[in-house]
């Protein structure tokens, strides 16, 4: 059983959708993490909040827009979404940056139509 | 930029063999992670590596970290089914966690 917790699970959305991921972890953690993995491929890192701050984006197109509206709760918004960003969508957390072990999610199956 | 390249890609191994799987990466740093990936499934940290010398074990896996030679193994005893899975190393180089290709492991009979 994992403690971060992602909705939905699967998602299907046209290209002109607004949709959202969530991701929530009580832990206690304070590092939250957005990954994107495609298949047979590892994952790519997409942004990184620490303490409620964006710390690290990793140049993603601004139809992903992450916010983080406290130290639980991660959201990932997405907006004109092209085909090729179907992918599995997982969120992890760490106790602080650097130096603990990513804990993850069971992700969300995203295919854009 | 920093690269992390794991070796062998696909490992194919019988029951009861032993094999290690092996890490590269191109910084200085001294925190590297061990991850499995199940089919269809999220990933496991399996272990925490976070100095030069540092050895951990866990059944039939035990990880290693040599700083020095940027390399991190893991090595597989008598590999058993259940062991099969995709394995990832990961570095940390501030703040930015970057993970190595993966090693689909399949342990045959």
């Known amino acids: 059983d994992t403690e971060v917790t992602q909705t939905p699970k699967h998602l299907v959305m046209g290209m002109t959708n607004k949709k959202s991921l969530k991701c929530e972890q009580h832990m206690g953690h304070r590092a939250m993490y957005w990954y994107k993995q495609k298949a047979k491929k590892p ?43 179907s992918a599995l969508y997982l969120c992890a957390s760490s106790h602080r940056t650097g130096d603990s072990p990513l804990h993850f999610g069971n992700g969300t199956r995203l295919t854009v139509t | 930029e920093l690269k992390v390249e794991q070796n062998p890609l696909f490992l194919s191994m019988q029951e009861g063999k032993n094999y290690t799987i092996y890490c590269n990466y191109s910084t200085t740093s001294d925190r590297l992670y061990w991850y499995r990936q199940d089919p269809g499934k999220s990933l496991e940290s399996l272990f925490v590596l976070l100095s030069n010398g540092a050895v951990k074990q866990e059944g039939r896996l035990m990880a290693s970290l040599d700083t020095k030679a940027r390399l991190s193994t893991l090595h597989i005893t008598a590999a058993v089914h259940d062991l099969s899975a995709t394995y990832f190393c990961a570095v940390d180089n501030n703040n930015d966690m970057r993970f190595g290709a993966g090693t689909r492991l399949t342990v045959k009979p």
């Open chain 1, 43 to 85: 994952p790519e890192l997409m942004f990184v909040y620490s303490y409620e701050k964006l710390s690290i984006n990793e140049s993603v197109p601004s139809r992903f827009s992450p916010e983080c509206p406290n130290s639980s709760l991660l959201n990932l918004h997405l907006h004109a979404l092209q085909p090729e960003d």
